[in-house]
């Protein structure tokens, strides 16, 4: 649904109860607000309800400061949730870490650039100078910070303030290939997407398409998701594949693989950018 | 969602308004429904508001046969809704017509007969003898009903009787190669499913393996549809695909459709089954 | 290609040499064979060729029986090949082991039965009583041998007689949820087909799509291959997949990917019989 | 296969004869070329060989002025083959037309700059001038040639006066919204490759997702083929495909439809550059 004016966007997670989508759905009308879009979810294993929806605001009759308390107050606090209100006009701020490989990193400034992104892109992060050159392109600002295990802890504490200088809100790891500490992982809880080029949960770690040649398979995959403290197992975002036949070496394994890999990213990103992601288990809802 | 008992399944179609949600979702809650499933989609271009709700009957405080009278008292005519209502109780009945191509027919009785599909077969309608074995090791009744041009308009009369002697409520078309006369169709609007094997519009009509041969496509497909008055021009139910290559003639295209036929129409007949397809201005929606 | 006399399929493996390619169809057009499929890979990083060829024998001035004797005195131990000679005419005999779940075996018996494979199944082995009805509906013998633990290697002796008996080619574990021990293995080297209900080596070992679905990913698969005696780690022959989302619980992750088994399973087993298939490494050559 | 020095690329066209392949391979061994990539088919419909094999030269025997000549004279001519030579050495000049989309565009100049496509880029043409900061931003040339119907013939004499002062060799039309005449094409038979917006023959012509939206699809698809005086009806290079949902509007479906079409021309042009295509009979071969 196109839509040119500020909209509010609700993600709701709480136990499931009677009447919980009429109750958010009343609040919305009732304020004069016109609904663009609505996805609910409910887990009946686990009895829990998540919903996303956006709606118009040039008709709403609360001012923007006061929905967030008034809806924590008749609905929030009530039936316990968990939720969190953004105004589309909020452009999120989004840093990208990367090392030599250049395939996601022209992607995602190619999307930026051309404005398929609403976002800012303020900073560009790397272990390596390969891409400065790219970032210069783009005219986007490059840090060459790079990481020895001795400067590990030391140089991400330089990340992380780089990152609050620049207002970063979200980061996204395209084919960066340092592993994150806890502590900087922390800083950021669902907050860094990363590109892992292999179908997790298979060839987790280093090296998947040498161990995706080795095994012989016949579709390769790249899988995003966001980054825990546990090494590509986070909550996945978006996955997608492309077959291959013994006629592949590793190094055309490399290349196709390439392809998924971007597009995947590409498409994790824009569900974080639109708030159309929900963590809960590990697990996502990438909502409609 | 698993659910052993009754439960109400409400298809709804209608102009959007404010509210609709919410006032549908508490007329369930009111009356004590546990809601399982719930899908609406805003078709923003036409101001259309759809939706689909399933919920279980067992403390529900409205007797079954009070439930359409009085949703469509409080609700359905003050909405302009177009609605139907089904009990998951009420097992569809499905009638099969094929020509010579086995491997839907197969397909779609091994679902039967296993009980993926919740549906009563109760008749198999052929123009060939040819499968009639087949209906046989699956003990249901075949009728033969011969088709030419001649004989058309009074073959189909019978077919028709056939349907209504065994309460038909659906019929599938699978591999069946007979063009049916508006004048059945009409008995059977959006009650007729089609298997077409191509990725329609692409190679409507006969010989659709030819014609993508000749074309020199790389990708196949095939497509399911409800049939109406207009040859595979009805509201499409699924698609999906297969890639091919050069190395592939008319007969192995063919034999690689087959798979593809059969699994889209097997989703198809599911998605009808379970009453999440809803058709609108010659398109469908698919409900969760 | 169509033929529809007898034709010889030569399979090759050997150490990479100038001139393979032409001394093999030099052999072929010398003794008067008409080619209707060549195909050969070379895998440079081990310096190993593959190939498959294909030849009418209507006008082969070899006989039958001199073919093999004469390839290998004068091409087979000069070059150092591994190589099978085998011959259209001469029809694969495959056993079925199935244990409770029906959809593989309904998908693999129609396509036998409809004359889709040029195989014969003589006999259908199960560990369960309950698909016996659907091998009795097809005309084809099922043997129930229960396993236990204890009596798991006197049941396999018995099930290696059976299979002797009916002079069986090649064994499809069509969902059989036994694991077959190294003593059965040796006896069917690259001759017991499986299919894992998983995208390999993603969640090998048992109950894959509770692990799928609580690992939250998007996409789920299958994957048909060799038996070894390393579980769910032979060469694998095919595989497919399927998107799912938030939505898919255990019970509709299962239902959905039955779909995908039965026909990667298919397409293995297809593979198998047209001789298409070569392991080495353990990993597989799909030849065109 | 991996290799730095220079090879030779012969792609060859005939009507299927005995040992063609052992004769070819001959040549090539002889001469003492290391064969690196043999790949064939025969259309056995049409009695027609194709072939391509590529070969390194650093032992070859034979000057690479006398290839050429000696193969025509003992093997293009008494075959009657349609044959091409071309060395990975010579690298192929493209041009990129474009209108106002720059994701294919960005996309191409990406692979180009990254050194993924072994190709000189010298030209960038467009009849709008939106892209020019794109050709800047990367270094290449941008000439701005505006159409109308009055001026069409004169301004495609400029271009093709542009192409042949910079030795272009071929053409990619990244979205280029003009319908190039006859006499263009006619300067680049088998030369100009178009990215099309559906899934071929599916929606030919203007507003291809417009189309698919009307229609209903579940999938749409991208297709990139040579141009042929035919509009969208030249021999299809490349076709994918991406799943797509009643929740789609043409906005949605624009977007998604772009990682798609970007994607498509990538693989076309990949095949192209690499001279892994071979046109016959409006299809195409694509070699491994």
């Known amino acids: 649904m196109e839509n040119n004016g500020n909209t509010a966007i609700l993600k709701i997670h709480c136990p499931d109860q009677s009447g919980i989508v009429a109750r958010v759905t009343d609040f919305i009308n009732l304020h004069h607000g016109n609904i663009l879009a609505v996805d609910q979810h409910v887990d009946h294993d686990d009895n829990l309800f998540s919903m996303r929806v956006e709606w118009e605001l040039?008709?709403?009759?609360?001012p923007k400061e006061e929905i967030a308390p008034t809806f924590g107050k008749f609905l929030g606090e009530p039936y316990q949730m968990k939720w969190t209100l953004n105004f589309s006009e909020e452009i999120p701020r989004m840093a990208i870490f990367v090392s030599k490989a250049s395939h996601c990193l022209y992607d995602l400034l190619a999307r930026y650039q051309s404005g398929e992104y609403n976002v800012e892109v303020p900073v560009i992060i790397s272990n390596h100078k390969t891409l400065e050159p790219v970032a210069k392109q783009?005219?986007?600002?490059f840090v060459y910070i790079p990481i020895t295990p001795e400067t590990k802890a030391e140089q991400e504490k330089k990340e992380i303030e780089i990152l609050r200088k620049?207002?970063?809100?979200?980061v996204v790891l395209a084919r960066y290939m340092q592993v994150l500490s806890k502590d900087f992982i922390k800083e950021f809880p669902e907050k860094v997407i990363n590109i892992h080029h292999s179908f997790l949960p298979a060839?987790?770690?280093?090296?998947?398409y040498h161990a995706a040649?080795?095994?012989g398979v016949k579709i390769i995959g790249a899988t995003s998701h966001y980054v825990t403290s546990d090494l590509d197992a986070g909550p996945i975002i978006e996955q997608d594949i492309n077959r291959i036949s013994h006629h592949d070496s590793v190094k055309t394994l490399i290349q196709k693989g390439k392809d998924v890999e971007k597009i995947v990213l590409a498409r994790a990103v824009q569900a974080h950018i639109t708030r159309k992601t929900l963590v809960y288990k590990n697990r996502t809802i990438i909502f409609n």
Chains 1, 2, 3, 4 share one sequence.
């Open 138 to 141: 783009f005219g986007i600002e």
């Open 166 to 170: 620049h207002k970063v809100d979200f």
């Open 58 to 62: 040039s008709k709403f009759n609360l």
């Open 203 to 208: 060839f987790a770690g280093a090296k998947p």
């Open 213 to 215: 040649h080795k095994r």
